[in-house]
């Protein structure tokens, strides 16, 4: 298991009736059924995954978010989200809303200019205002301080930005990366109508691309993709 582990939402395509379709007018698929999945950040290799069904909350004392990752992270906590996570020594970054618990309450009266920012440090948690295109707010339990850094890609934008922000997109690439590659190799066949269907095959590919991943981590030597068709 790698070190960077990812949690985010998924859009499986479906323009069907169904109580629990979502609407997300800045994704590509822009209706369907929404994942949450936890994914390995540099391979999008799956661990778990929650349909969501008009309910995100197992504890109603939890927000939604707080609901969610609390239950896909049983399978990977004691190896490595905010408090209630680090008892179980497991490091979280995220991107957050300025109202969010634990965030201090003057941030979002704070103006800065563009690369400023501002910070707090309790109870192992860092708290971080940053500006850039727009206010970044972000947590984390993993960084004591914003330890300003030049990007990958230092030759062509110099600009710096807090190590923990940076660590935070390149982690979250493990649920783009996943979605990139069941978009390049879908099971499903355009003819089903029934969500049924779809989510059964969905999670064909989720599974198919995994065993391709183990495959890959396996093998160290020359691989060879195989396309499949299924009649």
Same mark, same amino acid.
């Given at each position: 298991m790698q070190e960077d582990i990812a949690t985010d939402e998924s859009l499986m395509n479906y323009k069907g009736h169904l109580s629990y379709k979502q609407f997300n007018p800045l994704e590509g698929?822009? #209706?369907?059924?929404? /994942?949450?999945?936890?994914?390995?950040s540099k391979s999008g290799y799956c661990y778990d #995954?929650? =349909?969501?069904?008009?309910?995100?909350? !197992?504890?109603?004392?939890?927000?939604?978010?707080?609901?969610?990752?609390?239950?896909?992270?049983?399978?990977i906590l004691h190896k490595g989200l905010f408090k209630s996570l680090i008892n179980s020594k497991t490091n979280v970054v995220?991107?957050?809303?300025?109202?969010?618990?634990? $965030?201090p309450k003057d941030f979002s &009266?704070?103006?800065l200019k563009k690369g400023e920012y501002r910070m707090r440090n309790c109870n192992g948690i860092l708290a971080l205002k940053w500006e850039d295109k727009?206010?970044?707010? !972000?947590?984390s339990s993993k960084h004591k301080t914003a330890e300003m850094i030049e990007p990958d890609k230092s030759r062509f934008n110099c600009t710096l930005k807090p190590k923990c922000?940076?660590?935070?997109?390149?982690g979250m690439i493990g649920i783009d990366r996943q979605d990139q590659m069941l978009a390049c190799f879908p099971v499903m066949r355009k003819c $089903? &109508?029934?969500?049924?269907?779809?989510? #059964?095959?969905?999670?064909?590919?989720?599974?198919? #691309?995994?065993?391709?991943?183990? /495959?890959?981590? !396996?093998?160290?030597?020359? =691989? !060879? $993709?195989?396309?499949?068709?299924? &009649?």
């Amino acid at each position: 298991m790698q070190e960077d582990i990812a949690t985010d939402e998924s859009l499986m395509n479906y323009k069907g009736h169904l109580s629990y379709k979502q609407f997300n007018p800045l994704e590509g698929t822009r #209706f369907g059924i929404k /994942f949450y999945k936890l994914c390995e950040s540099k391979s999008g290799y799956c661990y778990d #995954f929650k =349909i969501y069904i008009g309910n995100d909350k !197992i504890n109603s004392s939890d927000s939604a978010s707080k609901s969610v990752i609390k239950e896909l992270s049983q399978s990977i906590l004691h190896k490595g989200l905010f408090k209630s996570l680090i008892n179980s020594k497991t490091n979280v970054v995220g991107i957050v809303r300025s109202n969010r618990n634990n $965030m201090p309450k003057d941030f979002s &009266k704070v103006k800065l200019k563009k690369g400023e920012y501002r910070m707090r440090n309790c109870n192992g948690i860092l708290a971080l205002k940053w500006e850039d295109k727009r206010d970044v707010y !972000i947590l984390s339990s993993k960084h004591k301080t914003a330890e300003m850094i030049e990007p990958d890609k230092s030759r062509f934008n110099c600009t710096l930005k807090p190590k923990c922000v940076i660590e935070h997109n390149k982690g979250m690439i493990g649920i783009d990366r996943q979605d990139q590659m069941l978009a390049c190799f879908p099971v499903m066949r355009k003819c $089903m &109508k029934g969500y049924h269907q779809k989510v #059964f095959f969905y999670l064909f590919d989720i599974a198919l #691309f995994n065993s391709y991943i183990l /495959f890959n981590k !396996i093998n160290t030597g020359n =691989i !060879i $993709m195989l396309n499949i068709e299924l &009649k």
